[in-house]
């Protein structure tokens, strides 16, 4: 193919219509989702043709949003129960990924899509990259899958990608030794409303110690109830907790009643990602209580803003290696960094800094895309230089 043509790149996230449009009114916002569409602008922007297939929200099909092409698949909830997912779901999918018509197809996350678009492109002579979302994507036996036909999907899709991205090295040799696959790492990047978040300057945050920031789904992964047990502990400080349940459960509903019972802590449900700027630049530090994550955006818009984190969940050591904030393995362990912070303001601040400092070395689109851009090139056919 000819160095001077850009391949034709088509992002299939079934749920990004909401980040893609801004609507208010589709709540469901996910990690995956923002850096497909940071992504996807960055590309745009590079002169790429870009589209993406995602749910049929009553949008017009072939919606160009900021340059970006839009196809819908289907809407979730059409369809006879036991039919479904043959049709509209698959056979939704693959009518939107032959309208796209393009080079190649990039998927994230694992899920059954993986297999079906993995399908679809080897019959049309088409390319696939499928990026890791998850440290679970690499290892089967912990990823929470639990339809066989899923499992099935996944386990083909991953296995027929002309091209693997994992976002950390822990990613790519647990895929290694789990699966015998090779994958390209491609860190994530900072994104808030496709703007490069190197342009913000840091936030000095509120003198003293008074905020704590939580954000994320309220899943049993997630953990919040952790959380909840630090609050108890900690009266004088607030506890900012932003994010929802994606579905409804007894779990969730349970922690939002106990929430509502602990006057330190102020529910915000779900918020618009271009509106997250606020509630990081109130708070003195970012908590994180997963049992397990990839690497998550919020860390990045964080570590953007000179904002530590204390988290349970470390990406490749970066936090305890970098002086990011700190790491804890239990409600104890974050109460004891929280207690240190309080004590010791300096500490916070010297971790601030190189929290900045390490979001600009590492992780603006610039530093991270370029790769990934070879590897589209590359396994698209049109050469691997950037143009």
């Not at 994992?166 to 699966?179: E, G, H, S, Y």
């Not at 490069?196 to 919040?224: E, T, Y």
Request: aromatic share 8%.
């Amino acid at each position: 193919m000819p160095l001077d043509r850009k391949p034709s790149i088509c992002f299939v996230a079934l749920n990004a219509y909401n980040v893609l449009s801004g609507r208010e009114d589709i709540d469901h916002i996910g990690g995956a989702e923002v850096q497909q569409v940071g992504i996807a602008s960055w590309l745009v922007h590079r002169g790429y043709p870009v589209s993406f297939v995602t749910l049929d929200h009553g949008q017009p099909d072939g919606v160009n949003l900021n340059g970006i092409v839009v196809r819908k698949a289907y809407a979730k909830g059409d369809g006879i129960k036991g039919l479904k997912f043959i049709h509209p779901r698959w056979s939704g999918l693959w009518a939107a990924m032959t309208r796209a018509n393009a080079d190649l197809y990039y998927q994230r996350a694992a899920g059954y899509e993986t297999g079906q678009v993995a399908l679809w492109c080897r019959l049309h002579r088409r390319k696939f990259i499928f990026a890791v979302a998850n440290d679970g994507d690499c290892d089967l036996t912990r990823r929470a899958l639990k339809v066989r036909r899923e499992r099935a999907l996944y386990r083909v899709g991953i296995r027929l990608a002309d091209g693997i991205t994992a976002q950390t090295m822990t990613q790519q040799d647990v895929l290694r030794q789990k699966m015998g696959l090779s994958a390209v790492l491609v860190r994530n990047c900072g994104w808030r409303a496709g703007d490069d978040l190197s342009r913000d300057q840091p936030s000095p945050g509120p003198s003293g110690f008074a905020r704590v920031l939580w954000v994320g789904r309220i899943s049993q992964q997630k953990r919040l109830e952790w959380l909840l047990d630090v609050a108890e502990r900690f009266p004088q400080v607030i506890f900012d907790v932003v994010g929802a349940p994606n579905t409804g459960s007894t779990y969730a509903s349970e922690l939002i009643e106990r929430a509502a019972k602990i006057s330190n802590v102020e529910m915000h449900g779900p918020v618009r990602h271009a509106d997250m700027i606020e509630y990081y630049r109130k708070c003195h530090v970012l908590c994180c209580t997963s049992a397990r994550e990839g690497f998550p955006n919020t860390f990045l818009e964080a570590w953007s803003l000179g904002i530590p984190v204390v988290s349970t969940f470390d990406p490749d050591g970066a936090i305890g290696a970098n002086g990011l904030g700190w790491v804890a393995q239990d409600v104890e362990g974050i109460a004891a960094h929280l207690e240190e912070i309080a004590r010791s303001p300096e500490v916070r601040v010297r971790a601030a800094r190189a929290a900045r400092q390490y979001y600009l070395r590492n992780h603006t689109p610039d530093a991270c895309l370029p790769v990934l851009e070879r590897l589209l090139r590359t396994v698209a056919g049109f050469g691997s230089d950037s143009q």
